[in-house]
């Protein structure tokens, strides 16, 4: 528990750093075009700040606090398009790759009482347990655990894109 | 660069907005901008528009009646009743007005689920008073979810038949503010902008930018918790919601920086997720609100 400590007084440290580091940047900027994005940056760094205040306080009373603390990835600066959240580690450890699923397997992925949550477009099966618009595992009233082909083509029609970064588990047979 | 106010000058909410405010009031008594009719008009709902806005700071409702607008006309806070009250809506037509509107359209029995008033020995009814008004407005103003589409008053099964204030004024531009309800801010912010520059930039679903183009979770203070898979597993915790039911995800209004009750928290804030209130479908398509039947395997302690 003390190493624990030390990493995070480290990892807090290392943040407060960056932010005065930002902030000075701020300071001096000439080029408003990169305020937004260091704004950004601030921003998450004073969440993390939070974060990892807020644990180490949670460690003073009950020690089932992961030990590890992995970083997400920042890729604001340099980056425009913010890069599709996976959160770490991953939860999942019986994942398959491109196998078939018949619609009556695919309905037990609903997202429900520890199970993943899939969804097919188009004859693909993806896994959308942990992205950011499918909390809960239903996404606009849409629960998981179906064939959304046509439901796509009406919302997301030409945006290929939002497929492209989610997790492809397999094939709807 | 050169139009931005540096330090020492005092940056925060209330320093702002009290600049904002003086030299509104300046502008006013110069006879630089003119008080404009405000015509805020309630119809199925639950009034809670108004009720937010009169929690309103920066400025505050007080203001907003004495100095930026006449109001002649408001179902809560007017002092006339009954068929004069009417009277002064209808006198309202003749001038120039802008017209709010809270509360969704009845559309069953040709309107007559929502009667808003008597007029000419009459039942008046909203649906005959959002086409009136909404006809002859200088610019519209649909406030909170149930005006923009619906929202409460037309969750299924929807026995009023109610619809958003855009179905009945299909050819009528106007300034959408969702959510449930209005944050006092986001309401007297557009009307302030309506006022003093015309109508703010808006995105595709008529919303004003300066309120709504980000998303929740992107300026959620849990988001690091979510980054790291950091999940809560009842209400009250403090880790990110997500796996509860959070719309946070999806939703884009300035709750996380704005805040509520004279900006002093929000649902996050407090450990409940966020339902979407803000987004176009709410409630229905925003279910469920809460979920314990989560995808992560709750392990026993």
């Known amino acids: ?173 | 660069m050169e139009d931005q106010i540096l330090p020492p000058e005092s940056l925060t909410s209330e320093a702002i907005a009290s600049r904002l405010t003086n030299n509104v009031s300046e502008q006013i008594n110069n006879g630089l901008i003119k008080k404009q009719n405000l015509v805020y008009l309630e119809l199925n709902g639950c009034s809670g528009n108004i009720i937010s806005l009169l929690n309103g700071q920066n400025p505050d409702f007080e203001y907003t009646l004495n100095s930026m607008v006449d109001l002649r006309y408001s179902n809560s806070l007017m002092a006339a009743e009954g068929e004069q009250a009417v009277e002064k809506l209808m006198e309202v037509l003749e001038e120039d007005f802008i017209l709010a509107v809270e509360g969704a359209v009845a559309l069953k029995n040709n309107g007559l689920y929502n009667v808003i008033g008597r007029w000419e020995g009459e039942p008046f009814t909203g649906l005959q008073a959002a086409k009136l008004l909404g006809e002859k407005a200088s610019h519209i103003l649909a406030v909170g979810a149930c005006a923009t589409h619906g929202g409460v008053s037309a969750a299924k099964p929807n026995p009023s038949e109610s619809v958003g204030l855009q179905s009945v004024l299909p050819e009528k531009k106007m300034i959408k503010l969702t959510g449930c309800p209005v944050h006092p801010d986001w309401f007297l912010g557009t009307l302030a902008h309506l006022l003093l520059y015309g109508e703010p930039e808006t995105d595709n679903l008529d919303r004003p930018l300066m309120f709504y183009s980000t998303l929740i979770h992107d300026r959620c203070p849990r988001r690091p918790f979510f980054d790291r898979g950091i999940f809560a597993e009842k209400l009250g915790d403090k880790a990110c919601l997500f796996k509860l039911g959070c719309r946070g995800p999806v939703t884009r209004v300035d709750c996380p920086t704005r805040q509520w009750n004279g900006h002093v928290n929000w649902p996050i804030g407090a450990s409940t997720p966020c339902i979407g209130c803000a987004q176009f479908g709410f409630p229905d398509a925003m279910e469920p609100f809460i979920n314990y039947d989560t995808t992560r395997i709750v392990e026993d302690e």
Not at chain 1, 119 to 135: E, F, H, L, M, P
Not at chain 1, 143 to 167: K, M, N, V, W
Request: aromatic share 6%.
């Open chain 1, 1 to 173: 528990m003390n190493n624990n400590y030390e990493l995070l007084n480290m990892h807090m440290n290392r943040l407060v750093a960056q932010a005065r580091q930002d902030v000075y940047t701020l300071s001096t900027l000439t080029n408003s075009a990169m305020t937004q994005q260091i704004l950004q940056r601030l921003w998450d760094t004073l969440s993390s700040i939070q974060l990892v205040s807020e644990i180490m306080v949670n460690q003073v009373s009950s020690p089932s606090i992961p030990d590890s603390m992995p970083e997400p990835d920042h890729a604001y600066l340099g980056n425009p398009a913010i890069p599709p959240i996976t959160p770490t580690p991953p939860l999942q450890t019986h994942q398959q790759t491109n196998r078939d699923i018949t619609v009556e397997e695919l309905a037990t992925f609903d997202g429900k009482n520890g199970r993943p949550a899939y969804v097919a477009v188009n004859g693909t099966v993806y896994d959308v347990t942990n992205n950011r618009a499918w909390a809960a595992a239903t996404h606009f009233a849409l629960p998981a655990g179906r064939d959304y082909t046509s439901e796509f083509a009406t919302c997301h029609a030409g945006q290929q894109s939002i497929l492209a970064t989610l997790p492809v588990v397999g094939r709807l047979v």
